[in-house]
């Protein structure tokens, strides 16, 4: 089964990160079929937005596959890099996150134009703790998203954010429960579609 799931459900596309059992820990391979993804719906007239989610229940996305950076630290820059502006996606992005949301899955979610949360949801950027860093975009967008002092906070390894608190700071756009993250999602994305 792919790693990333692609799916065109109307004038929505549905890309669905699909590793897990390792919290859709993302791999060189995951990166090249998200990047296909986000070309496939930005070629396509019939889609006007787009929903990206994470399956299985414990994460959105846990970040890049330490295993794989192990086995290849070539790849860091490339998965920590990637996002929808690394892509060229221009369509309207919501994503439904649940579970983990962590360095690269945290940036991913900040690529989104809406970030639609389970009260479960958590961000942050860990990579610290390992001694990794992503691109000059993986430091600044949470600088541009965040207070200053939340987004250092997250930056310098401090514990992820909650969804509630991730609310207040304007970071997601909606706390929903597990059972209407989907719908939630979908109408975000309906709205971006349609204006």
């Not at 391979?29 to 396509?44: F, K």
């Not at 920590?80 to 996606?89: D, I, Q, S, V, W």
């Not at 390992?130 to 993986?138: C, I, Q």
Request: proline residues 6%.
């Amino acid at each position: 089964m792919s790693s990333v799931l692609y799916r065109r459900d109307g004038q929505l596309a549905r890309i669905t990160l699909n590793r897990p059992a390792a919290m859709n820990a993302l791999t060189a391979e995951m990166g090249e079929r998200l990047r296909e993804a986000w070309r496939e719906a930005e070629r396509d007239p019939g889609v006007a937005a787009v929903v990206v989610a994470g399956a299985g229940e414990r994460a959105f996305c846990a970040g890049v596959d330490l295993g794989e950076l192990e086995r290849d630290p070539a790849e860091q820059r490339d998965l920590t890099g990637f996002g929808a502006a690394k892509t060229g996606l221009a369509k309207p992005l919501v994503a439904a996150v649940h579970g983990h949301a962590l360095g690269a899955g945290c940036k991913l979610a900040m690529c989104a134009d809406a970030i639609v949360a389970s009260p479960d949801a958590r961000f942050g950027y860990p990579e610290a703790r390992v001694g990794l860093l992503g691109d000059a975009d993986f430091v600044h967008r949470p600088l541009r998203q965040l207070p200053r002092r939340e987004a250092l906070a997250r930056l310098l390894g401090g514990p992820p954010l909650g969804a509630d608190r991730a609310l207040q700071l304007g970071l997601v756009t909606e706390v929903v429960e597990p059972d209407e993250l989907v719908a939630a999602a979908d109408r975000w994305a309906s709205w971006f579609a349609a204006a």
